[in-house]
């Protein structure tokens, strides 16, 4: 075992035993009374219903993150990388496509080692609390098609990574960024029209007091809505969401029907605010170029550390190749990306205040985000009372009664602001 198997070794377990503390705050932080702001939509039934449903799911969590763990170190410790290696290069196949059968043989060994563990929490978690709408129909075809995708995705640009770093020499890392930046960006453009439709169907919202409500909304921030899609959520779970992709022409905005289902015309156009709030305050953007950054930044780290045989020694390998270099780097880079992550649930939650004040200054009624998100909130089982330490670490939004107080405190401000941020 050498520094680099050792700093490999220590993360990974520092990254476990984090989650677990944090799990277990989380746990202790739950209080078995509704919070007052709640109290109109929660009955103590409901609540204590919520509750079990964070227990249950943490619980799960930590016997996934410990199955994880064990694999990874079983498979490390008995020299399965370099078996493998001696496996596929056996083969005789040309470097490109014994890389690609490599990284796809650890992959789809992956998925299927988890197998169980998804069939566990869609079919058995999911469905005790009434969440589960997908048949094993659904879920092995999503299951296929997925895989499908991910191979005439993943393959190619696989391919065109080992390519570069095989033939293109030095200049490897900026090539190899500059294609994943390319295809990253296409395939914003590309999902939602050719690859979401694949799983989900998308209706054009129909004529009526929604949508002329959203048209008259959208007309009053100087937003152009072409694109209002009804997303069948329901196919496969009760949960409710509403989404953006998409830039220019091309953006659209995609409404669960479990939403529309469950929230009144006002708290609708109150969740379509916070989904425009997004796009004005181009966190899509921003987004997307913190992501351009930080892949530059890996292929250049990974372009020097292919260099280092010590990383190759501490998985016991016998030869050098570029492909469980791009493996072991990905292990490597874990610590970084640690402490990266966190940056980046920051500024998501960052984000989401901003995008939840554009909605609350812009509608007429900023009651109806709150009780948006009070009914989100109760129709999703969310933990009301998260561990501030849990939700640093891993909460994309921030705990609902926050942005409840938040959303409370914005629609006080002065009509200036309201003025600047409508025009
Ligand atoms: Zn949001």
Known sequence: ???????????????????????????????????????????????????EYTRETTRFGIITGIFDLVL???FWFVGGFNILDHLVRSWNLNPI???????????????????????????????????????????????????????????????????????????AWLYGWLGVVAFTVTLQFVAPRWIMPLFNKF???????????????????????ENIYVMDGSKRSSKSNAFFTGFGKHKRIALFDTLIEKHSVDELVAVLAHEIGHYK????????????????????????????????????????SLYTGLVFFGLLFSPIDLV?????????????????????????K??????ALKKLSRDNLSNLTPHPFYAFLNYSHPPVLERIRAIRKYKSTDTETTAAVTR
């Open 1 to 51: 075992m050498n520094i680099f198997g050792v700093i490999i070794l220590v993360t990974l377990l520092v990254d476990f035993v984090l989650n677990l503390v944090a799990d277990y705050l989380n746990i202790s932080a739950m209080k078995p009374t509704v919070p007052d702001e709640f109290s109109d939509v929660y009955d103590d039934e409901a609540y204590r219903k919520s509750q």
């Open 72 to 74: 990874l170190l079983v």
């Open 97 to 171: 496509v014994t890389g690609i059968s490599y990284i796809g043989i650890l992959v789809v060994a992956r998925s299927i080692l988890h197998l169980p563990f998804s069939l566990y929490s869609t079919f058995v978690i999911e469905e005790k609390y009434g969440f589960n709408k997908t048949t094993l129909g659904t879920f092995f075809m999503d299951m296929v098609k997925g895989t499908v995708l991910g191979a005439v995705i993943g393959i190619p640009l696989l391919g065109a990574i080992l390519w570069f770093f095989y033939y293109t020499g030095s200049l």
């Open 203 to 225: 209706t054009p919202l129909e004529d009526g007091e929604l949508k002329q409500a959203i048209l008259d909304y959208a007309k009053s921030v100087n937003f152009k809505v």
């Open 281 to 320: 305050k181009k966190h899509v953007l921003k987004g997307m170029i913190i992501s351009i950054f930080h892949t530059g930044v890996l292929f250049l780290l990974l372009s020097i550390f292919l260099q280092f045989r010590g990383l190759f020694d501490a998985f016991y390998m016998d030869q050098v």
């Open 340 to 364: 990266l992550s966190i940056f980046m649930q920051m500024f998501s939650r960052k984000n989401e205040y901003e995008a939840d004040a554009f909605a609350a200054k812009t509608i007429s």
């Open 366 to 371: 900023s009651e109806s985000m709150v009780t």
